[in-house]
């Protein structure tokens, strides 16, 4: 189990989508395909953190450090992605 915590275009509080997913990777890729289908009518979003849910620990442990691969962005989706170097917050833009 997965959660990517983003905050959608100007809001003020941040929101938490729940994945089911093997790798945070592939959160990521599920995440990436919500948004460019316009799901959320927002024209941006930033991911703050991609979490796994320790069921033994019962807490959530940062998993954003750990994303290999990014989600190969289609131009027919018209949606740009952004990657900062050092804090791996992933920034989604359509446009």
């Known amino acids: 189990m997965y959660r990517v915590v ?4 100007r809001w003020a509080t941040k929101s938490e989508r729940f ?4 790798t945070p990777d592939e959160a990521l890729n599920d995440f990436y395909l919500m948004f460019a289908s316009g799901k959320p009518h927002a024209t941006s979003v930033k991911i703050h953190k991609i979490e796994r849910y320790d ?5 959530w442990i940062d998993e ?15 949606t740009y992605m952004h990657v900062h170097e ?3 917050k992933v920034t989604l833009k359509k446009t």
Do not use: L, Q
């Open 6 to 9: 983003c905050r959608f275009g």
């Open 19 to 22: 994945y089911s997913a093997d």
């Open 55 to 59: 069921r033994f620990a019962e807490k």
């Open 64 to 78: 954003t450090y750990n994303i290999k691969t990014y989600p190969n962005v289609v131009d027919e989706h018209h």
């Open 86 to 88: 050092k804090t791996k």
